[in-house]
């Protein structure tokens, strides 16, 4: 039997959710942790094994909000949540606070993040706007997109070269293109990154596999992000749903040196390498020339549990924090909230604001 990673939800136990380092974020009002009842867990699963089918289904009915939205303690649990990851928005002047003195590194995931989200992958398009925000963002401080789509489609989606790319759930990294007063030179330009390069002819070949497996199923569509794939079920018919598992299920039980994770409403197909964007976000830093330092403030937006490694990564260094865009209460190692990418443009234009009317002494990068 195949052993495979799988995030599945827990939802039989309430968990107590506290804090996985000592790095503490400015207080939230209300102080103290809060039992969460639906705690998403990686467990090891059995692929090749018969049941462990419902798994999938499971995890992947749980991805769905309106599904959460119906249990009993909802409302109680929201309210819960909120208090102890408060908006970033209303906590800004603490946030600003915390990083005083040190130099703000900012990673942005894009779907969900940057871009709201919408049934057709190939048309999450991010508004002029916003386009216009992270552009501002980038002139003040160096700013990555890390994302789990193929670096160049993300970056036909994003067209700043000023910015660190990150594509393929971090497995292909890649340096600005055109300097900015925060990302100077040749040195940046030359970053270039692929743990993953050997899987390329693999995953190639499981992407028409997929394509190929999954063509009977009505709404299903595979997207090749060059060292991983995507398997889209948003579209798919929930009586389908189990379908679709199976003929996923179907082409990975050939490949033990591939895993699945889950995001929304998407079945994601990965290297088995110990890479995510938590350590995309750790390589970044270090070629920036910060991986050492203490007085760097990283501050990472992302939506989705692929960008949990990334919140986990700032716990475990004891550096800045993670912002978790969600109007939901999720179990995260993020430190605070915003509702939605309108949310995540505010947040931004108020960094862009408070940078330009708060000349600061010198900047390391
Ligand atoms: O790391 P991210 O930038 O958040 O990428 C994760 C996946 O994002 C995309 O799918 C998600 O957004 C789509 C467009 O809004 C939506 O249709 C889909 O249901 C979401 O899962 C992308 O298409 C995937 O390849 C990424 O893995």
């Not at 999450?124 to 670096?151: E, H, N, Q, W």
């Not at 749903?241 to 996923?248: D, I, K, R």
Request: net charge positive; hydrophobic share 35%; glycine share 6%.
């Amino acid at each position: 039997m195949t052993q495979q990673n799988v995030l599945v939800s827990d939802t039989k136990s309430g968990v107590t959710v506290f804090p996985t380092t000592s790095q503490k974020p400015p207080p939230a009002p209300g102080g103290g942790y809060i039992s969460i009842q639906r705690r998403w867990v990686l467990k090891d699963l059995e692929i090749n094994g018969g049941q462990r089918i419902n798994a999938w289904l499971e995890s992947m009915r749980a991805s769905s909000p309106t599904h959460l939205k119906s249990t009993p303690s909802f409302a109680e649990e929201q309210t819960s949540w909120i208090l102890h990851h408060p908006s970033a928005l209303d906590m800004f002047d603490q946030i600003i606070e915390a990083s005083k003195g040190k130099q703000i590194v900012m990673f942005l995931d894009y779907d969900g993040t940057l871009s709201p989200i919408v049934e057709d992958p190939d048309r999450a398009f991010m508004s002029d706007s916003m386009r216009k925000t992270v552009r501002k963002l980038a002139r003040y401080f160096p700013t990555a997109i890390v994302t789990g789509r193929c670096k160049d489609k993300v970056y036909n989606f994003v067209r700043l070269a000023e910015l660190y790319y990150a594509g393929s759930h971090g497995m292909d990294i890649k340096g600005p293109t055109r300097s900015s007063k925060y990302n100077k030179g040749s040195k940046a330009q030359a970053v270039l990154y692929q743990p993953a390069s050997e899987f390329l002819p693999m995953i190639d070949e499981v992407y028409k596999q997929l394509v190929d497996k999954t063509k009977s199923t009505p709404g299903a569509k595979v997207e090749n992000n060059k060292f991983c794939v995507s398997v889209h079920f948003r579209c798919v018919d929930e009586k389908k749903w189990s379908e679709l598992a199976h003929q996923v299920k179907s082409v990975l039980k050939d490949h033990p040196k591939l895993r699945l994770t889950q995001g929304r409403k998407v079945l994601e197909i990965r290297p088995t390498i110990k890479w995510d964007k938590g350590k995309a976000l750790e390589f970044l830093l270090e070629s920036l020339g910060l991986g050492n330092c203490s007085d760097v403030f990283p501050i990472y937006i992302g939506d989705d549990r692929s960008d949990e490694d990334a919140f986990k990564k700032l716990r475990d260094r004891g550096q800045g924090f993670g912002i978790l865009v969600s109007k939901f209460a999720k179990d995260t190692n993020a430190s605070y909230s915003l509702q939605e990418p309108n949310e995540v443009m505010k947040f931004l234009q108020r960094l862009v604001e408070w940078k330009h009317l708060t000349p600061q002494p010198c900047s390391r990068v």
